[in-house]
């Protein structure tokens, strides 16, 4: 059975970090491609990241360029988000979600995800 | 950046057909996948590439496109469809997935 299980979601202040994880399992890790989608409280689904198969390529939206960083560790089966310089905006459960490899592609399983706020 | 539009909220009796529409400037030249989020709940494919639907989704979800718009069926509706359903793309210029801003569905 897929499953993908997000952790570190936390309070942390404006202008704060924090680093997302998201541990895999019930499918060949390495062959997927994998993402970061987070929905702030009572509004939409919003694409944040996303990493390929080996962790080479990555692409961010606009909102979060220069401050997020997604990875990932095949070894470990897991895909990380380093979030920097948090603003309030950023506040959000955070899914993780996998793709197989390509732009076409839907996510076709997700996390459960995990609560970021950020305030003061 | 692309823009999905669809429509805030849509409402049906029960046993009725809910349709929702997802339009795109380039949606005609674009694969349309449509995901359906119940309450508390982390989403769900229901529909990909325009039309395909997965396994264990029941056959009363259809998905079709005509010109630049993208529609999500819905028929013999249920109390248990009821949930916020997005609609999202690949927006190649940017590399970016794009999802729409989503409709909750309500059953009446």
């Known amino acids: 059975e897929v499953q993908l299980v997000e952790s570190g979601g936390n309070l942390v202040q404006p202008g704060g970090f924090l680093r997302l994880s998201c541990a895999a399992s019930?499918?060949?890790?390495?062959?997927?491609?994998m993402h970061w989608v987070r929905q702030a409280p009572g509004k939409g689904l919003v694409w944040v990241s996303r990493i390929n198969s080996d962790g080479t390529n990555t692409a961010n939206a606009d909102s979060v360029k220069g401050r997020f960083t997604i990875s990932r560790d095949n070894a470990k089966n897991t895909v990380f988000l380093q979030m920097n310089t948090l603003r309030p905006e950023d506040t959000a459960v955070y899914y993780c979600?996998?793709?197989?490899?390509?732009?076409?592609?839907?996510?076709?399983?997700w996390g459960q995800g995990t609560l970021v706020t950020v305030s003061s | 950046s692309y823009v999905l539009t669809q429509p805030p909220s849509v409402s049906v009796a029960p046993g009725k057909t809910a349709r929702i529409t997802c339009g795109g400037n380039?949606?005609?030249?674009?694969?349309v996948h449509w995901y359906q989020q119940r309450p508390g709940q982390a989403p769900v494919l229901v529909i990909s590439?325009?039309?395909d639907r997965p396994s264990g989704i029941p056959e009363r979800f259809s998905g079709s496109k005509s010109g630049n718009t993208a529609t999500l069926t819905i028929s013999r509706v249920e109390a248990g469809d009821e949930a916020d359903y997005y609609c999202?793309?690949?927006?190649?210029?940017?590399?970016?997935?794009?999802f729409g801003g989503g409709t909750k569905l309500t059953v009446l």
């Open positions: 979600a996998r793709s197989q490899a390509g732009g076409t592609y839907y996510f076709d399983s």
């Open positions: 999202q793309v690949w927006d190649s210029a940017t590399d970016h997935r794009v």
């Open positions: 019930g499918f060949t890790f390495s062959s997927y491609w």
């Open positions: 590439y325009d039309n």
């Open positions: 380039d949606n005609g030249r674009k694969s």
